[in-house]
């Protein structure tokens, strides 16, 4: 099986039938922008995962210095959710 970057550089070459030199510049530069923006996703996710793991982290120490506050946020926050979705589904 080709790689991906080889098999682009044929079937761009095939579209620009004649004009292959300039199939193969179209074909490297999509590319290269694609492995750059593959790149790019990755690295924000690697930094997503890690800062979502710190928000759970310093929840969990809130919570342990807190738990009564902790307790009523949660309920507060409950009771508020369920009556916006109630009012949504009534009317």
């Not at 790689?3 to 044929?10: E, F, H, N, V, Y």
């Not at 800062?51 to 710190?54: I, R």
């Given at each position: 099986m080709k790689?991906?970057?080889?098999?682009?550089?044929?079937k761009t070459a095939d579209v620009?039938?004649?004009s292959a030199?300039?199939?193969k510049d179209v074909a490297k530069t999509t590319a290269s922008a694609m492995a750059e923006g593959a790149k790019a996703v990755?690295?924000?996710a690697v930094r997503a995962y890690g800062?979502?793991?710190?928000v759970v982290t310093l929840t969990g120490?809130?919570?342990r210095r807190k738990p009564v506050v902790a307790t009523l946020t949660a309920i507060g926050a409950g009771f508020l959710i369920g009556f916006l979705i109630g009012r949504k589904t009534r009317g």
């Open positions: 790689p991906a970057k080889s098999a682009m550089l044929d620009f039938g004649d030199d300039i199939a990755r690295t924000a800062a979502a793991g710190d120490r809130q919570i």
